[in-house]
């Protein structure tokens, strides 16, 4: 089969450690050619001259040069993607695929130009998530105007006619959001299926029970601190159960341009001395100071991923965090609680509710954090999410679809 993975980096976390771990994981199924970036060759090839990987070929590409890298502009990926369309069609010429699937990146704005005469998979993707207007009264004009743009966008993708001519093509779309397989069923003719962007490695998940007991009283995040991301309502949040819990502190994992607008308003909370801003770790590092941790939240507003999710919960930890996003088909009442995105003022007062229910009560904690770690190991082990799309995979080349 054929991937297109323009990020695919086995050094990185998010998208490129995602479609890393696809690849490697799909590879034990099937025989796989990746087009990826050029700027991934070195990290790659350095990962397999260690440790060799069978029945995968990369083939790296750069767009014409003179274009605005993907940090500093959109141009770039759009030529990317065409050079490796007609890369992808010359591949299946010299030697012909069964399937081909669009990996990253993991968003629907951008059609790709692979004609390739087989089955198509794309996803899994997001791109429907939206930040509720009533939630951006803090954000920059800059970041107000970026969220008006992405919503229209939304609005009128379905007119888009590249995006209606890919779709077309298109034999699966996998949406990692729920809001995104909402947008993309009034879109696409093919079957749509939600099926969460992130994975985790099972040597990284605790047995049920194996932490151990903790003090129940150390909170944290770990997220890039935007305005989104909205550290801002659980800083707030925190500030309401702080007099009542006087042992409890917050740790904020993560850097990011709201840095100090957050330490800020901890100051003004009066909260200087308990939540404590720590800046990015290491990954290893950081799950091996999660375990000493006790309540994980993400108060996400449009999160397509949550990679930290899943690594809170394989270490016991319960997640607070609102009923959106990837999170959303992550968390279940067995392993968290999710609140409902309605106003800033309601959200504060439900996040500052749930913070409280599991402060007091010990008990509810081990039993959501035992019940994470179940639920990481029942469905979100990659080997287990790649043996799921191999079934997608089987059925399509069978010419039926199957639910997850």
Known sequence: MLIIAYFCDPTRGSEPGIAWNWVIHLSRHCRISVITRQLNQYPIEAHLAAHPLANVSFHYLDAPPGLAAWRTGKLYYPRWLHRAGRLGTKLHEASPFHLAHHLTVATINYPSFLRVPVPLVIGPVGGGESWPRSFRAQADRLTIGYEWLRSIRQRTLRYDPFLRAYLGRCSLLLAATPETERMLSRVARCRVVSMPMAGIERSLVASPGEVGERPRVRIYATSRLLGWKGLHLAIEAFARVATDH????????????????????????QLAERVHFEGWLPRDDMIFRSRAEDIFVLPSLRDSGGVAVLEAMSTGSPVVCFDAGGPALMVSAECGIKIPVTTPEQAVLDLARALDRLLVNPTLVARLGEGAQRQVLSAFVWEQKARRMVDHYESLLHGRLIGL
């Open 246 to 269: 006087p042992s409890a502190t917050f740790t904020i994992y993560g850097d990011g341009p709201e840095r100090g607008t957050l330490e800020r308003l901890a100051q003004r909370l």
